[in-house]
């Protein structure tokens, strides 16, 4: 079904203290009470303070907004009117890790009005959530607000405490392609988001955005002590925002849970950002997906013409069968079109969308595809080439509509700020940030334009997930992160055992991550790359397939390294569109047990993984149906398993349990293990 189910919708008004404008101090509760934002006005300024349980979150905190060349909303401003209200929806995903979301907030709007003439309005909206709070600057229609430019936005994230943190920094050459730092908040420089915090008390925080619509991307600027601003990311001329009234900022928020697992569980981001656009979403179908992909990455295959062309038709009808025989529906192949020749990272000026190399037959592989129930998945990578993707791309996208093909990964490889703007079809001596105003336009702009042609999309070098996929479902996945392929040949030699065990509590907050595990040969000798390699144990890749969620996930290695590997069977049958997900046990960046329900049948699901340390747990399986006997496949690592020294030892074996059994996990140093729960009755 889908449609957004209207459950409830009560006007409460308990849980509100607004005051009058006299004192100016406003408060509104999350419907069971446990966060509660303060507002007033200090000095004409205005404030926001969080508490969680009564205890402060986020100590008084200003709020404004800069303009350029006109009086701004930074001072002087009085509020002259509150307007109090409550929500309570359940909806249902197209897809994703939990079916049925609630969303049940109260909201209090501010009207902010400058007290100098002309008395110009700004609203601010909060939502108190039980799973955390948000706010966003709206800028109405007015007379004396059209055209506008913000130069800043003042809000702050002041903090009672020096929390540990886990952040990437922002404002370099690789994006968001960096291992996570872990410093108290005093030390972070410049900061991405999501930016996950714990308290000493064991409190976990973390603060993104939801809903960046034609607005620059946030990230998080530390003032000195545990004081942080929002910083956006500027056009090349340095301004942040332009726009014009009515316009709205994107939600700012923070996520509060009483512990690591329930960040994972909060759908807050979703829940602020608008119901889908796509009415029809049948055909927007979560899957898995092998490709010619891997091998350019370790070096045997190329992605330009040459003896190691990989996407050549007898290649790719060799990934065709091998996903035909295996039951995987998508073929991703990189490398089919021209322009990849010479250093395809600075050749984005020249890559063609409709013209495919010499060896790669569109017609007859499509053909060949559909014939074994398999489709190919389109590959436009831009080396951020934008003005010459904006002229081809829905050339590109009607010609792989022709050919049944309804998946595409894009790409913008290439240096963070050095996106060559264009306007008007014409190049401009400006360059752009990968995660300012203009690309995140042009991100949407493809969205929208692939919604139209029926086409779902993996998006590597994007703008972060606030929620989008909501409103656009299409967007079904994304990289944003260092995935699989640093440890194919990154100079570090690649990423380390808890890398894994830190995204799911940073990166994977905002939304899935095609990270693409599931690399059985985790050494790349052979291939000439002795430096790198996968620092994992072989059952954490099948883990990953769990503790990652992607949409869209990859058996990202060779056909050939599967070959004979019982393993591989895990690959096969784990879903990725879930009823529900339950997190069972969490540390931020040690480890985490992960328990998901099929959305397609009654099987459930449960990754485990852990950093470089090895653990064992006692796990309840109390989110099993009572009452029912299911046969556990269990996947786990193999006597004296070591990511280190010993990472392919691998012990498969079956056991029946029921909702009272309790299991033991042993996990490897750098291990994981995984597990399918299916009912015998
Ligand atoms: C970087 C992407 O992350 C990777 O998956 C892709 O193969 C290359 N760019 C080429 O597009």
């Known amino acids: 079904m889908k449609i957004e189910l209207l459950l409830i919708l009560p006007l409460l008004t308990i849980f509100f203290n607004c005051s009058n404008t006299t004192t100016n101090n406003y408060e509104i509760q999350s419907p069971n009470s446990s966060n509660r934002i303060v507002i007033k006005l200090n000095d004409a300024v205005p404030e926001y303070s969080v508490y969680h349980n009564d205890v402060p979150v986020i100590t008084p905190s200003k709020l404004g907004i800069a303009l350029r060349s006109q009086p701004d909303f930074s001072q002087g401003l009085e509020i002259t009117d509150a307007v109090q209200s409550s929500f309570d929806e359940t909806w249902e995903q197209p897809w994703g890790v939990q079916r049925l979301i609630r969303n049940h907030y109260n909201e209090l709007r501010l009207t902010l009005v400058t007290t100098a003439e002309p008395r110009r309005k700004l609203v601010v909206v909060f939502r108190a959530f039980d799973d955390g709070v948000a706010f966003r600057y709206e800028f109405p229609e007015q007379g004396h607000l059209n055209d506008f430019v913000i130069m800043d936005e003042l809000t702050e994230f002041n903090l009672p405490a020096d929390n540990e943190s886990w952040w990437i920094g922002a404002y370099q050459w690789n994006r968001y392609e960096y291992l996570y730092e872990h410093t108290p908040v005093s030390s972070v420089g410049k900061s991405h988001t999501p930016f996950t915090m714990q308290t000493a008390d064991g409190l976990c925080l973390s603060i993104h955005e939801a809903a960046l619509t034609d607005y620059a991307s946030m990230t998080l600027e530390n003032r000195g002590g545990n004081s942080l601003k929002c910083d956006l990311v500027p056009w090349a001329e340095g301004d942040k925002v332009r726009a014009a009234a009515p316009h709205v900022s994107p939600w700012r928020t923070i996520q509060i849970a009483d512990k690591p697992g329930d960040l994972i569980t909060s759908y807050l981001i979703l829940n602020l950002n608008e119901p889908s656009r796509i009415t029809d979403t049948n055909w927007i179908q979560p899957g898995k997906y092998v490709g010619i992909w891997w091998g350019m990455h370790i070096g045997t295959f190329t992605w330009g013409s040459g003896d190691k062309h990989g996407a050549n038709n007898a290649n790719v009808k060799r990934y065709i069968d091998f996903a035909a025989e295996h039951g995987f529906p998508g073929v991703l192949v990189e490398g089919w079109n021209t322009g990849w020749d010479g250093d395809w990272v600075a050749n984005g000026n020249i890559f063609s969308f ?300 079956e056991q029946e349990v029921t909702s009272a059994t309790v299991l033991s996990l042993k996990l490897a140093p750098g291990g994981g293990q995984a597990i399918r729960f299916t009912p015998t009755d």
């Open 354 to 653: 409709t013209e495919a190399h010499p060896d790669f037959d569109l017609p007859e592989l499509s053909r060949y595809a559909a014939e074994k129930g398999v489709r190919i998945i389109g590959h436009h990578e831009t080396s951020k080439g934008i003005g010459n993707y904006e002229t081809q791309v829905e050339a590109a996208f009607q010609l792989y509509q022709d050919y049944g093909i309804n998946t595409v990964k894009t790409g913008y490889v290439g240096h963070g700020q050095n996106i060559q703007r264009y306007e008007n079809g014409e190049p401009t001596d400006h360059l752009e940030w990968h995660h300012g105003q203009y690309m995140v336009n042009h991100y949407r702009k493809v969205t929208e334009l692939a919604a139209r042609y029926g086409i779902m999309l993996d998006v590597h070098e994007p703008i972060k997930d606030t929620g989008i996929r909501r409103t656009w479902p299409n967007l079904m996945t994304r990289e944003g992160a260092r995935g699989q392929e640093f440890n194919a040949w990154s100079e570090d030699g690649g990423n380390s055992p808890d890398h894994t065990t830190t995204i799911p509590f940073t990166r994977c907050l905002a939304g899935p991550f095609d990270f693409t595990p599931g690399i059985f040969d985790l050494h790349f000798t052979e291939a000439g790359r002795p430096a790198n390699r996968v620092s994992t144990t072989l059952a954490k890749q099948l883990a990953l397939y769990l503790t990652i969620y992607s949409p869209l996930h990859m058996a990202a290695d060779l056909p050939e390294n599967y070959t004979g590997q019982p393993a591989f069977e895990f690959i096969k049958m784990v879903p990725t569109d879930w009823e529900r997900t339950e997190v069972l046990n969490a540390a931020i960046s040690q480890y985490l047990i992960i328990a998901r329900r099929d959305r397609h049948s009654a099987d459930w699901f449960l990754g485990s993984i852990t950093d470089e340390s090895p653990r064992n747990f006692q796990v309840a399986l109390t989110f099993l149906e009572p009452g029912r006997t299911y046969r556990a496949t269990i996947y786990a690592d193999g006597p004296h398993a070591d990511w280190d020294t010993n990472p392919y030892a691998v012990t498969i074996f």
